[in-house]
């Protein structure tokens, strides 16, 4: 995954250097799950055990006008969880 993480780190931080809020953080665990999250949309992706991460699927949803849309419950959830993970990793 070292590689995958070098490409994502290059990535982000373009990204950042165009004035776009990023954050990454990094945990020690083995990886299951990646998540982009956004105010219009959220793009999830478990990687299944033994499988290439190029195999695995991704989900997308979208924000909804609707209070009791998924999204929003997720996105709540995501950003409590997010609040008490380490400092961002620095993009620059």
């Not at 793009?43 to 998924?70: A, K, L, R, T």
Request: glycine letters at 6%.
């Amino acid at each position: 995954y070292r590689g995958y993480i070098t490409k994502s780190r290059k990535r982000l931080s373009a990204l950042k250097k165009q004035g776009r809020h990023i954050e990454m953080k990094y945990y020690d665990g083995r990886p299951n799950w990646k998540m982009i999250i956004t105010n219009e949309r959220s793009w999830i992706q478990y990687y299944e055990s033994g499988s290439n991460v190029s195999d695995c699927p991704v989900f997308v949803f979208f924000n909804s006008q609707s209070p009791y849309n998924f999204y929003s419950i997720f996105y709540t959830e995501f950003m409590r969880i997010w609040a008490r993970c380490g400092d961002p990793v620095s993009l620059a």
